[in-house]
């Protein structure tokens, strides 16, 4: 019972302090969309280059998701060596300058939320009243500024660590389905091989989704505790031995309305599509689809700040100097 009482109080403080401080959800939004759009850049060129260079088919290409897409432009471009490597070097120059933008931005947000959450009450606690609400904004675009600034340095430093590590295991992940497809080469062996391959895709989503649980509770212990990062990925363990089951709880609850959300918004998709065969409708709904893709991705990014701010209160009181905090239950 008091497990599941400290987790309620840690989602409910964590959506209010996100929704008192909710220029942070529109930063984050604007980020997130430009760095999608940079990406969009050489890879539009790519396939640009493909279609005049090769004579490749435009609309082939552009069929699938962004991996797809990628993908099929670099074996395009197996057989033009010059073209692949600028190709490959563009998008790791826009990569790794999007993910540098995306890591200061962070840092300003978990500093915002971070400072929040040490200023304010118990504002989860009912009566929720507007004073309180008000006094948890700690928003400002100088704060904001300030807080990246100060993290800046440590957040680049753990955020390429982070960027290392994909590759490494995206690296890993090719070598061992490709390599294998290619060293087996009895056909009686490929269907057992395919269903190891799926097996080793889903670990690898697994292995993704751990390291960035690991990497989103390392930004908030450098900006609690204002440590470097070597001893920050150590806390960051000791934090989950002591408080494993509330950082799942968080997980499992945001997990769970985004997949809610997901469905819901699909759901709203397919209606709008269903109305856009009709030749006057398009005009109508195009707009209402532009505004639930708005509305979704708000929504995705409220959510995934709440979970930050619900982490920040777990860890807090465990930082150093960081004082105890009482478990009050809520009156019923």
């Known amino acids: 019972m008091k497990q599941t009482g400290l987790l309620k109080i840690a989602l409910k403080r964590g959506a209010l302090l996100t929704a008192a401080n909710w220029p942070v959800v529109l930063i984050q939004f604007t980020a997130e969309s430009t760095f999608k759009l940079l990406l969009a850049v050489p890879i539009l060129s790519g396939v640009f280059l493909v279609t005049v260079l090769l004579g490749r088919n435009l609309w082939d290409l552009l069929n699938g998701d962004l ?38 931005v962070k840092g300003g947000t978990v500093w915002v939320l971070a400072d929040a959450d040490r200023s304010v009450g118990p504002i989860e606690q009912p009566p929720l009243r507007l004073a309180a609400f008000h006094a948890a904004s700690r928003f400002s675009i100088e704060h904001y500024m300030s807080g990246s600034a100060a993290l800046s340095r440590r957040y680049l430093t753990l955020g390429f660590g982070l960027v290392a590590v994909y590759v490494l295991s995206a690296t890993v992940y090719l070598v061992a389905v490709f390599g294998g497809y290619r ?115 708000l929504v995705f990014q409220y959510l995934g700040l709440t979970a930050l701010a619900a982490y920040i209160d777990l860890y807090a009181p465990r930082s150093p100097g960081g004082a105890p905090r009482s478990y009050v239950p809520a009156p019923h």
């Open 183 to 297: 060293w087996i080469t009895n056909p009686s062996l490929l269907v057992a091989w395919a269903l190891v391959a799926a097996l080793l895709s889903a670990a690898l989503v697994v292995w993704i989704t751990v390291v960035n649980l690991l990497y989103l509770l390392a930004q908030i212990v450098l900006a609690v505790s204002g440590r470097g990062v070597r001893w920050s990925l150590g806390e960051v363990f000791r934090f989950l031995k002591a408080d494993l089951w509330d950082v799942i709880g968080v997980f499992g609850v945001i997990l769970l309305l985004v997949v809610l959300a997901t469905v819901a918004s699909i759901g709203a998709t397919a209606g709008l599509g269903l109305i856009a065969f009709m030749p006057v409708a398009t005009l109508i709904v195009l707009p209402l689809q532009l505004g639930a893709w708005l509305l979704r991705n």
């Open 67 to 104: 991996r797809d897409i990628v993908a099929g432009v670099a074996s395009a471009l197996v057989a033009q060596p010059i073209a692949l490597v600028s190709f490959l070097f563009a998008f790791a120059i826009v990569l790794l300058g999007g993910s540098a933008l995306m890591f200061l």
